[in-house]
DNA sequence: TCTGGGGTCCTAGGACCC
DNA sequence: TCTGGGGTCCTAGGACCC
């Protein structure tokens, strides 16, 4: 059998860049929303009530950071770190706009037009041709960054590597309006890699790191030492995957995933205290105001659900979450209602305070025809 | 310090149908 | 009457990400 290396798609030496918004939906209220607040310490998030509201800081600015503050951090300790910064509750639909723009510009650098959305702040394009165009990797990169600077008034990090795994973990070695560029030597990747901490690639969160570390693993350089079979005992099938990713290995192509599609919607409420187990009054106020809610994003968006699912966080913290599918996809809001009650009713645990209520439609699909369908329920 | 709200993807078992 | 396999849907839960 005679194999032409040079004629394999691994031989072939890409361009892939990783662009990732900074500090996102703050910059979004600083930069277009509220542009008084440029420059201050800025939380999104929910109002922290002088240090008594529930609830976490979602994105924070830079200069809330250099006070300590994180997004995931409790909103009562970002308030205490720092009482003077803004504390927004940040307007969603602004930052979907936002999103959309840079997109746009993303697709006039990418070769073929082809960028993958991996969130709404953030996307991969394939630059392997286009890279020549303008003048080299870092000038690509920069003439980007700039390009959204100027035209979406949002400051964004860019990785630059051979694959999407190793542009993304480059990304993030320098932030704000960095650009990190990786060379397509292997032995670069392999050194790039190294020193970085196992939770740097992308999939190992907080379980899997602390599984790996059991096993006395906490750097990707310690990975680059082992085989498979040694990984086995730690991540078991997803060894081969791991082995891979600690290389810098990563052949999956560059697939434009087209305009977003969304899969579910959903809406939580985390109350003030508690919920008494016997006030299910008032839960089935709150479950049908957000099926209200729910449903006029449904009739906003033409779109149907199939599945419900109703979610339940109880004081000690502990969550379910039970689900039901119907024969035929509907938008009323009534229906919704009435069956996140009843899960609620028959699924919740009768004995436990509760903190928080959720519901959630999936399994959507776009409304064509109005039917009614009050006799299947 | 006391832990949100929006999501996505994967796995696995059971039901059901062919 | 017994048997197996494949495909799909439903449900629950886990992990992860921003």
Known sequence: MIIDLHLTGSQMSR???HVDMDAFFASVEQYRNHPELVGRPVCVGHDPKGGK?????RAASYEAREKGI????PVSKAYRLCPEAAFVEGEFESYGVASDEFMDILHEYADGGRVRRASIDEAYIEA???VDTFGGPY??????QNSIWREVLLPCSIGVAPNMSVAKIATGIKKPKGITIVGPDPVDVLKFLEPLPVSAINGIGYKTAARLEKFGITTLGQIQMMTIPELWPSM????????????????RPLVDNGPRVRKSISKDRTFMEDVEPDATEYIHEVL???CGRIGERLQKKSLRFKTVT??????DFSTIQRSKSIPVETDNANILSRLAMEIFDHQRDREKSIRLVGVKVSGLSESSEQLCLTEFI
Do not use: C, F
Request: glycine letters at 14%; aromatic letters at 8%; proline letters at 0%.
């Open 288 to 290: 049908s105001t957000m």
């Open 53 to 57: 509201g529930r609830g976490v800081v």
């Open 15 to 17: 361009w892939i860049m």
């Open 70 to 73: 994180h997004a995931g951090m």
């Open 236 to 251: 078991g099938r997803g060894s081969v995957w791991l082995y891979q990713r600690a290389r810098g290995i990563d052949e």
């Open 310 to 315: 109703v979610k339940m966080r109880y004081s």
């Open 128 to 130: 392997t041709n286009s």
């Open 139 to 144: 000038n690509t990169a920069l003439s980007i």
